[in-house]
């Protein structure tokens, strides 16, 4: 069981190049999230999704767009990379609103 | 809106040593509050949790109770080893966001344990 896993695990992207971060779950789990993690900061949300098909903005979308075309995926794009996008990266699901979310290990994205 | 606000780290302790780290929050309503823990490498992964005041939360030797009247959730363990080395976020639910869960998350304090 391999739980949430992302990639790519790392990468370095130039200022306006374009990337897509995928996150694959195997819990059969409704309920998808991407967050970002920045020094000295918590997590923030950016976008989740409340089952296939659904995605709807968190605290911080700007720059980002999402997908959920299977229930099992999740993916985030950057349509045009900027500095301020370099970030480490995690997703995570869970099975009900109530209910613990399960992170990935992260990717760890540098805009140059 | 709410917020969660931890200690300033990073923490280095000797093996052994007695650990607090200290976790308030601000929150309208009545929130669950976690404690999470990332070790080097990984993402974040659920160390503990309380839903309702004045319960304990406990896992692995750490423990946390939901203090409603100080709003605090400190995370305290007695005898702390290398490998609880990691970074560790105090959360909470922030509600829900259109069917979803909110977790609003501290700042993260790292914690070093030397042998």
């Known amino acids: 069981n391999a739980g949430v896993t992302q990639t790519p695990k790392f990468r370095v992207l130039k200022t306006g190049q374009s990337m897509t971060l995928l996150c694959a779950q195997d819990?059969?789990?409704?309920?998808m999230y991407w967050y970002r993690q920045d020094p000295g900061m918590g997590l923030r949300l950016i976008h989740y999704?409340?089952?296939?098909?659904?995605?709807a903005k968190g605290e911080v979308p700007d720059g980002y767009n999402v997908s959920r075309l299977k229930k099992q995926n999740f993916l985030l794009g950057l349509e045009s990379a900027a500095p301020s996008q370099t970030s480490v990266y995690f997703c995570a699901s869970s099975g009900s609103p109530i209910r613990e979310q399960y992170f990935g290990p992260g990717t760890r994205l540098t805009v140059t | 809106g709410d917020s969660v606000t931890q200690m300033e780290g990073p923490v280095t302790l000797s093996e052994e040593a007695f650990l607090t780290i200290n976790c308030t929050y601000t929150a309208t309503g009545y929130p669950s509050l976690f404690w999470y823990v990332q070790y080097p490498g990984e993402g974040l992964q659920l160390l503990l949790k309380a839903t309702k005041a004045d319960d304990k939360g406990s896992n692995k030797g750490f423990e946390a109770t939901y203090r409603k009247e100080t709003t605090s959730f400190h995370l305290e363990k007695g005898s702390v080893q290398v490998s609880d080395s990691a970074v560790y976020f105090c959360a909470l639910t922030g509600g829900l966001i259109q069917g979803a869960q909110k977790l609003v998350f501290g700042q993260g304090t790292r914690l070093t344990i030397n042998p």
């Open positions: 819990m059969n789990h409704e309920y």
């Open positions: 999704s409340v089952g296939e098909g659904t995605t």
